[in-house]
Structure formats: structure tokens, C-alpha cells
């Protein structure tokens, strides 16, 4: 298969995108959204330890890691609830089996939303199977509260497909 070479402009573009619903919620409360993209690279120190860390993706290819992140901060007077952050997963990841499995994700474009095991998608054969991880093509937090001047950050993990 053929490398990615820091086409992460279009991933990156998708890393923070809200909700239609959230949109207007959005224009009118003071969240602001940032995005980003890392790659997980795993090395072994002096001392034999596995160190994992997060970098600049550069070249990658099928089968490598990464973390889409969005990082969201309150700069209003006011606290803000139930806001919505909705990130697409870029056609050319999947999301990674260990991620956490209270994750709320759609397998339909962001029709339904669900935990993974609790959603369904149709069989090539017709049948209805258990969605997998491969099958989601979104995820979603919902903030209860981000007080103002409060800061956070939520994150998926994927694998290039």
C-alpha cells in the first residue's frame, strides 16, 4: 500500500468539526475548538522501558497509529452546558480496537448514536451484525459543563486503514 505523506491538511481539517445540531450552540456560547492529529511512536529507552509518545505525523502508513484530539476552552463569562463535539473519522482511518469502549460513535453518518456494542449494521449477505470498530464513521462527546475559563481536551485513537 502506498504511504500517506502529510496529507494530515484534510485530516486535521475533520478533527473538530461539531455537530449540526451543536453548530448554532457553538456560534452562540464562547467555545472555542482546536484539532489536531499525532502519531504514536514507540521506542525503547536506555533502561529497555517501552516508551510511547505522540509526534508531527510525517510518513505513515497502513497499520500505523494515531490520536485525533480537539482541545475546547470556555473563554466566556458564563458556563456552557451540554455542548457537543462531533469529529467524522477521516474515510482512510478506523478507529483503534482499544479505544474506550463508553465512546459515543455512529456507524451511519451520524444518524444514530450509540456505545459500539450496542449498535447494529447491515451484512453484505443482508443479515444484521454488531458494529465494529471499523464500521464507525463518527464519535461524539457531550460536555455537561465547561465552566467558564475551564479547558479540556477529548481524543480517539485510529489506525490508518
Known amino acids: 500500500m502506498k504511504p500517506f ?4 491538511a484534510g485530516l ?16 452562540a456560547n464562547p467555545v472555542s475548538l482546536s484539532g489536531d492529529v499525532m502519531a ?7 533502561a529497555g522501558k517501552t516508551v510511547t509518545t505522540l509526534v508531527e505525523p510525517g510518513t505513515i ?6 490520536v485525533f484530539g480537539t482541545d475546547y476552552a470556555n473563554t466566556g463569562a458564563d458556563p456552557v452546558a451540554n455542548f457537543v463535539v462531533t ?4 474515510e482512510a482511518v478506523r478507529l483503534a480496537p482499544d479505544a474506550d469502549p463508553s465512546l459515543t460513535v455512529s456507524v451511519d453518518g ?3 448514536w450509540g456505545t459500539l456494542d450496542t449498535l447494529k449494521v447491515k451484512a453484505t449477505d443482508g443479515s444484521t451484525r454488531t458494529a465494529r470498530h471499523d464500521d464507525v464513521t463518527h464519535v461524539r462527546w457531550t460536555l ?3 465552566a467558564p475559563g475551564d479547558e479540556g481536551r477529548v481524543e480517539y485513537p485510529a489506525i490508518i486503514r
Request: glycine letters at 4%; zero cysteines; hydrophobic letters at 45%.
Open 144 to 146: 455537561t459543563r465547561i
Open 40 to 46: 504514536v511512536e514507540v521506542s525503547t529507552d536506555a
Open 110 to 112: 451520524a444518524q444514530s
Open 5 to 8: 505523506t502529510k496529507t494530515f
Open 87 to 90: 469529529n467524522p473519522l477521516p
Open 61 to 66: 502508513v497502513p497499520g500505523d497509529r494515531l
Open 12 to 27: 486535521l481539517a475533520l478533527a473538530s468539526v461539531a455537530a449540526p445540531g451543536a453548530l448554532a450552540a457553538q456560534e
